[in-house]
């Protein structure tokens, strides 16, 4: 992740924008300053492993259809 340390309230916010449909990595970055790589890292030390898959998954499903209708 990052070498600052973000307080526990900024984690949630961010772990609440990734979950978000309607949020994307550059808007996390805008407001947070982490790039995708790091907010993933986020994501896989805060959530439970399948809600993690899970959340990847989506992610994934959700990049792909947007490049479908560019």
Do not use: C, N
């Not at 990734?18 to 300053?33: N, T």
């Not at 907010?39 to 439970?48: G, P, Q």
């Not at 898959?53 to 994934?60: E, N, S």
């Amino acid at each position: 992740m990052s070498k600052r340390t973000l307080d526990v309230a900024t984690e949630s916010e961010i772990i609440e924008m990734a979950l978000s449909d309607h949020v994307s990595f550059s808007q996390i970055r805008a407001v947070h300053g982490l790039g995708p790589d790091q907010v993933k890292a986020l994501m896989r030390l805060r959530l439970k492993p399948g809600s993690y898959r899970a959340w990847r998954a989506r992610v994934r499903k959700f990049a792909d259809r947007r490049e479908v209708y560019k």
